[in-house]
């Protein structure tokens, strides 16, 4: 019964229109607008337009060393806030310096002169005073002065820890992440791994390479890394972890912890780091010195702590607090309760912003199977055709008046158009056209390299190129005992002082 009767209501449904029976203007279908018009004003429900979205501004303060410290209630809370204020501050990256530092150890005299009184029985007393000659030793700087490289850094990409690597994912503890059927699973690792990766990533910032390269390529006999620097395009993803920047800082949010901690790091990386300061030493050297030398990449703002805003986590971000804990022994139980309570302290190092100095980028015009001689070839022919569709361009216009205009005699001239013919840029016009743009001209075939996607191009400041830059005037300020206290920005800034600044007992 209900089912005749579901079938006879279906019957009375009309049944829908035929498309062609929509009705059409010009071969395009007409959709009656359901919008009002446009001069009133829409009116949500309750009469209140929404509030204009502004960005919001999180409290925070700057060390000394340029690292960016926030305690702000808004951050701890919501993981998008968090998000949006780690990537404003990754648009200003870090200082990046190199430190060369000589010095040496003398040996000086100097004469002390002491004072004694003296006395005897019948309590008269005399004084006197006597000499000694002392020897001490104390160090001399020949020359301290920092190049800055920060100038030379390229665009940040935010990367993520891979789950397989030990980190810091909200313990005390380096933990790693383990598939486990459906999910994920956290567990602690062992010491040996930790030692293991702590090589791994020193190695990886000597090397220059990127943070997220994972520890996976190393010869398992050997312990060396397995890669080469025209071999790595295979990992140029970031994001090596299972979780976003945006899924770490919602977990963050979500720990009631009194001491936890977010540390976003930025990380420099492109150049062999352990060539260029062999590089630097072995200039320096050059030029006779014999002292204590030391050479350092030095990287400072390169850190931003998130941590919660109690009575407790804030006196601890100040490293006189820390100091005075230590001093009246208080603070091993702080760490104690951080170390082992459950709502004590996390540590979340998952993820940063990365710099690179060099990197190499896919040349969108170029395919795969491609060679670098064939890609060359391509782009002086793309070259050459532009240069003469711009020459045909630059032709004047063919008019009536030209028409008109006799022709010369070719018995008098040899040549009907070798008047009339352009042999110039000046009179084809072409001398005040701009350049053509870099996109069609050949790249340097030492910044070209074939990889499986077809060819890719080197972008960014070789440190073979930065050590040529500068070779000179490393060697202009160890012989001119300079110290310098600010960076150096360009080679120019170093002027000889003196013609005589490299004879023996000019300074002294």
């Known amino acids: 019964g209900s089912s005749s009767a579901q079938g006879q209501r279906n019957d009375e449904l009309p049944p829908p229109p035929p498309f062609d029976s929509q009705r059409r203007n010009g071969g395009s279908v007409i959709i009656e607008s359901i919008y009002e018009p446009e001069d009133e004003e829409w009116v949500p429900f309750g009469g209140e337009q929404p509030p204009e ?10 060390t000394g060393d340029g690292d960016v410290v926030s305690h702000d209630s808004h951050l701890n809370e919501d993981g998008e806030a968090l998000y949006r204020f780690l990537l404003s501050t990754a648009t200003e990256p870090p200082k990046f310096l190199v430190r060369c530092r000589g010095t040496h150890r003398e040996t000086r005299t100097r004469v002390v002169t002491h004072s004694h009184t003296g006395g005897n029985n019948t309590s008269h007393h005399h004084h006197g005073t006597h000499t000694k000659t002392e020897t001490y030793t104390e160090t001399v700087v020949d020359f301290d002065f920092r190049i800055d490289i920060t100038q030379h850094l390229l665009g940040a990409s935010n990367w993520t820890v891979a789950d397989e690597e030990p980190a810091y994912r909200g313990k005390m503890v380096w933990e790693k992440e383990i598939q486990d059927g459906m999910s994920l699973e956290r567990k602690s690792t062992k010491r040996k791994e930790n030692k293991s990766f702590q090589k791994w990533d020193t190695f990886k910032k000597q090397s220059g390479l990127a943070p997220w390269v994972p520890m996976a390529h190393r010869d398992p006999l050997t312990d060396d890394a397995r890669y080469s620097s025209h071999g790595l395009l295979a990992l140029n993803t970031s994001m090596r972890s299972s979780r976003s920047v945006r899924n770490w800082a919602d977990d963050y949010c979500a720990s009631e912890k009194l001491l936890k901690e977010f540390m976003f ?3 420099v990386y492109g150049w062999n780091m352990a060539a260029l300061e062999q590089s630097i030493t072995t200039l320096i050297k050059s030029t006779y010195y014999t002292g204590d030398l030391s050479v350092t990449f030095q990287t400072t703002g390169n850190k931003v702590y998130i941590r919660p805003d109690n009575w407790l986590s804030r006196p601890l971000s100040h490293w006189w607090v820390k100091l005075l804990l230590w001093i009246t022994l208080i603070y091993p139980f702080i760490w104690l309760f951080k170390r082992f309570a459950k709502n004590g302290g996390g540590i979340w190092r ?6 690179p100095l060099k990197e190499w980028v896919h040349c969108e015009d170029s395919v795969p199977g491609e060679d670098v001689a064939q890609y060359l070839m391509k782009k002086e022919e793309a070259y050459a055709r532009e240069q003469r569709d711009r020459a045909l361009a630059a032709l004047p216009a063919y008019t009536n008046t ?9 018995a008098s001239t040899g040549d009907a158009w070798s008047v009339q013919r352009p042999r110039t840029l000046a009179q084809f016009n072409l001398s005040s056209l701009p350049s053509t743009s870099s996109a069609t001209q050949a790249p340097s075939m030492s910044r070209l390299k074939q990889t499986p996607k077809g060819i890719s191009e080197l972008v960014g400041l070789r440190e073979g190129e930065w050590f040529k830059m500068w070779e000179g005037t490393i060697t202009k300020l160890v012989l001119l005992r300079a110290e310098r206290s600010d960076p150096i920005f360009l080679p120019s800034e ?5 013609a005589g600044a490299m004879l023996d007992g000019y300074h002294g």
């Not at 030209?402 to 070719?410: F, G, H, T």
């Not at 170093?494 to 003196?498: K, L, N, Q, R, T």
């Open 402 to 410: 030209d028409q008109k205009a006799p022709l010369p005699d070719p």
């Open 53 to 62: 979205f502004t960005p919001y501004r999180a409290q925070h303060w700057v």
């Open 265 to 267: 790091e930025k990380v």
């Open 350 to 355: 998952v993820a940063g912003a990365a710099y």
């Open 494 to 498: 170093v002027v000889a002082e003196s």
